[in-house]
């Protein structure tokens, strides 16, 4: 814990850019899976990504990034996909929840590479059918990225029209670095 919060506070050398630790393959494949979905703005997203997020410092121009905070473009879509509660889809007794591949909950899957964790990653978020709970009570099917919702400015005005046209998009590319 002690390194961890040392390379918070001071980077340094090992400060690298987000392209290092999300690789250009993955970005294609990320934008690939959100055009399949049917979401608007995904050329949009993969061009912020190339003119600005990919050269950012990953500990300074990210994680302490205070606006992408302001945003929740990463809190808003972890409150919904982190670990979802589940249901037997015959309204038997509840699931385990399904965690999203992390370090951050109990997911229990395979986590020891960028290309292991990816896959599973995105099986979750695109692939993956849960059942849960819908607004009435009712089991309902979903994948994860239907959790996703578009953010809205009158909500959280950090954002600007062009950020909350984008929200659903950026709420799946900000969470994967």
């Known amino acids: 814990m002690v390194d961890i919060e040392e390379l918070l506070d001071t980077p340094g050398s090992r400060d690298v850019p987000l392209s290092a630790v999300f690789p250009a393959a993955a970005m294609a494949e990320l934008c690939a899976a959100m055009t399949r979905v049917g979401w608007d703005g995904v050329e949009e997203v993969a061009a912020i990504w190339e003119a600005d997020l990919s050269a950012r410092p990953f500990v300074a121009g990210f994680l302490k990034d205070k606006e992408l905070g302001a945003k929740r473009f990463m809190s808003m879509p972890d409150r919904f996909t982190n670990t979802v509660n589940t249901v037997d889809a015959s309204?038997?007794?509840?699931?385990?929840?399904?965690?999203?591949?992390?370090?951050?909950?109990?997911?229990?899957?395979?986590?020891?590479?960028?290309?292991?964790?990816?896959?599973?990653?995105?099986?979750?978020?695109?692939?993956?059918?849960?059942?849960?709970?819908?607004?009435?009570?009712?089991?309902?099917?979903?994948?994860?990225?239907?959790?996703?919702?578009?953010?809205?400015?009158?909500?959280?005005?950090?954002?600007?029209?062009?950020?909350?046209?984008?929200?659903?998009p950026m709420q799946v590319l900000i969470p994967a670095f």
């Open 91 to 168: 309204d038997g007794p509840p699931s385990l929840p399904a965690c999203r591949p992390s370090v951050i909950n109990n997911y229990v899957g395979d986590l020891s590479s960028f290309d292991a964790w990816f896959a599973a990653w995105k099986a979750f978020m695109f692939e993956q059918p849960l059942v849960v709970v819908d607004k009435k009570g009712a089991p309902k099917p979903t994948v994860p990225y239907q959790m996703i919702s578009k953010i809205s400015k009158a909500k959280y005005p950090a954002l600007s029209d062009d950020d909350e046209r984008l929200s659903m």
